[in-house]
Every structure is written in structure tokens, then in C-alpha cells.
T-cell receptor
Framework: TQLLEQSPQFLSIQEGENLTVYCNSSSVFSSLQWYRQEPGEGPVLLVT?????EVKKLKRLTFQFGDARKDSSLHITAAQPGDTGLYLCAGGGNYGQNFVFGPGTRLSVLP | EAQVTQNPRYLITVTGKKLTVTCSQNMNHEYMSWYRQDPGLGLRQIYYSMNVEVTDKGDVPEGYKVSRKEKRNFPLILESPSPNQTSLYFCASSYLVGGWYEQYFGPGTRLTVT
């Protein structure tokens, strides 16, 4: 079974600070996804990265897929309270495979 | 509006009493999944379905059943619920983009088994 680890588990920062969260595995994934989940709701897909070394930007969020496709990072610039939530990475889900999720990073951005 | 719906949203039941959680999507997606979410363990896939009448086990299938008789519906059945199945359950519907699936999640069903 492929496993995904995420760090840090919890992160509390002030509005305006930058942060990076990590998603790591000992297995190679053909793609990795990042989701954000808010309390009482289901996860919402933010991005899918598929090529080793790929960098994708979504406004103030920058996602990177490691060259070996075993890890990924999410960097948030000038965090805002609206960024508060649980950030999950997920892999697998290719045709015929099941999805694997990491345990998540719970981010709190204080005003 | 594209959406995944689950019912009920909250359910408290007793050990051994069969229950079904329904899931429906209006996006004509072929791939659907069920997950459970537990503190510290993240989301774990229970079952998934690639298409009508095609289902397969995820990482934690024990104690659960699914069926996929129609493309839009994917119910989760607990034949004899036990307290260790107390959890937050999510249904997801997915479409193929390139070689991978992108998932839309329902709002969740919080199940308590006493």
C-alpha cells in the first residue's frame, strides 16, 4: 500500500506570513493532488501535478511536484484568514487504482 | 448545479442495525468512491466504482458493502454496524482528466454507532 505523510501536522501563523507544507512518500506517484477542507464540508480539489519538477500557481498558492515524483509542497504567500483549513495531499486514482490521502496539515491563519 | 449529495447528513444508530447511506451525483461521472475520515488517519478509501456494475475494494472495505446499479447512485451499506465504524463518511464523484481522476466530494455523513 502506498502511503503519504504530511508535515507539519498543525500550523498557526499570523496574517501576511508565508508558509510551506509538505507531502512525502517512499513510493512514486504518477500524479499528486492537493485539496482544502473546511469544517463541516467535503474536501475541494485545488490542483493536480503530474510531471516531475512541475510547478503550478493558483493565486497566492504555489504547488511543486518533486523531480522523483515522490513528494510535493504547497507554498502560500502572504497568508490570509480565508486560507484557514485542512490541506490534504492525495495520490493514486489513476485508472484502476484507489486513491491514497495523507493525514493533512491543519492551518490556522490569525488576523 | 453540479453536485454530489449524501443522505442522511447525520445518523445515530445502534450496533447491528443495518443502514444505508445514499450518494448521488448529477455530473455523469463514471468513477465514484466512498471514504471515511478519522482524526489523525485522514481520508481512507472504502470502496470505489469505475462504472456501473464495476466495484472494487479500497484500503478499508471490511464491514461495508456497495452497489452501482445506476451511474448516478452509489450507496454505502453497513449490514451490521459496529462502534468502530463511527466516523465521518464522504462520497466522491470523479472524472478522468488525462490519465488521472479529479474528485468532487459530497458534504459528508457523520455516523455514530452506539
Amino acid at each position: 500500500t502506498q502511503l503519504l505523510e504530511q508535515s507539519p501536522q498543525f500550523l498557526s501563523i499570523q496574517e501576511g506570513e508565508n508558509l510551506t507544507v509538505y507531502c512525502n512518500s517512499s513510493s512514486v506517484f504518477s500524479s499528486l493532488q492537493w485539496y482544502r477542507q473546511e469544517p463541516g464540508e467535503g474536501p475541494v480539489l485545488l490542483v493536480t501535478v503530474v510531471t516531475g519538477g512541475e510547478v503550478k500557481k493558483l493565486k497566492r498558492l504555489t504547488f511543486q511536484f518533486g523531480d522523483a515524483r515522490k513528494d510535493s509542497s504547497l507554498h502560500i504567500t502572504a497568508a490570509q484568514p480565508g486560507d484557514t483549513g485542512l490541506y490534504l495531499c492525495a495520490g493514486g486514482g489513476n485508472y484502476g487504482q484507489n486513491f491514497v490521502f495523507g493525514p493533512g496539515t491543519r492551518l490556522s491563519v490569525l488576523p | 448545479e453540479a453536485q454530489v449529495t449524501q443522505n442522511p447528513r447525520y445518523l445515530i444508530t445502534v450496533t447491528g442495525k443495518k443502514l444505508t447511506v445514499t450518494c448521488s451525483q448529477n455530473m455523469n461521472h463514471e468513477y465514484m468512491s466512498w471514504y471515511r475520515q478519522d482524526p489523525g488517519l485522514g481520508l481512507r478509501q472504502i470502496y470505489y466504482s469505475m462504472n456501473v456494475e464495476v466495484t472494487d475494494k479500497g484500503d478499508v472495505p471490511e464491514g461495508y458493502k456497495v452497489s452501482r446499479k445506476e451511474k448516478r447512485n452509489f450507496p454505502l451499506i453497513l449490514e451490521s454496524p459496529s462502534p468502530n465504524q463511527t466516523s465521518l463518511y464522504f462520497c466522491a464523484s470523479s472524472y478522468l482528466v488525462g490519465g488521472w481522476y479529479e474528485q468532487y466530494f459530497g458534504p459528508g455523513t457523520r455516523l455514530t454507532v452506539t
